[in-house]
């Protein structure tokens, strides 16, 4: 537990460090120091590894860090939302969880709200799945299982 508590304050302060503005700045200066040593080292081998090298290795250390900054803050944001979704007196306690279905699922459900939205607005009666499930069952028209293709509410 501790060495977890350990690895999240460290990515999370890395990840707010490389995304400052000094991050880059102090990048930037160094990639222009190292093209200004070029002459100096005569364009050798050693002179383009150290920039290779150095942006390579830091590169896969934030790759790690970034994504588990990312993974504790969806995991917070989602927690957030269950939670607006368990207080909300009119909200479909279904919709808890779905970031576990597949994507396809996810945009079945999105093209199914993206059509109550437009068949209100459009003045029809609000006829609203009242679960998930009747949700993804609304959407077996083919027409619907792309995205691209649901006609999305005028403004």
């Not at 460090?17 to 005569?42: E, N, Q, V």
Request: net charge negative.
């Amino acid at each position: 537990m501790i060495m977890k508590r350990f690895f999240a304050a460290i990515a999370s302060r890395s990840a707010y460090l490389m995304g400052h503005p000094l991050a880059f700045l102090i990048s930037t200066g160094l990639c222009l120091l190292w093209a200004a040593t070029g002459p100096i080292f005569h364009y050798s081998d050693t002179w383009q590894l150290v920039i290779n090298t150095g942006t390579t290795v830091l590169t896969f250390l934030a790759v790690f860090l970034i994504q588990n900054s990312q993974n504790r803050d969806g995991a917070a944001i989602q927690a957030k939302l269950d939670e607006i979704l368990r207080a909300a007196t009119n909200a479909r306690a279904g919709f808890v969880g779905i970031e576990h279905l597949t994507e396809e699922e996810i945009a079945k459900i999105k093209a199914a709200l993206e059509r109550e939205v437009l068949e209100v607005s459009e003045g029809q009666p609000d006829q609203a799945a009242q679960t998930v499930e009747e949700l993804l069952e609304t959407c077996r028209d083919p027409a619907l299982d792309a995205p691209d293709k649901v006609p999305l509410p005028t403004q």
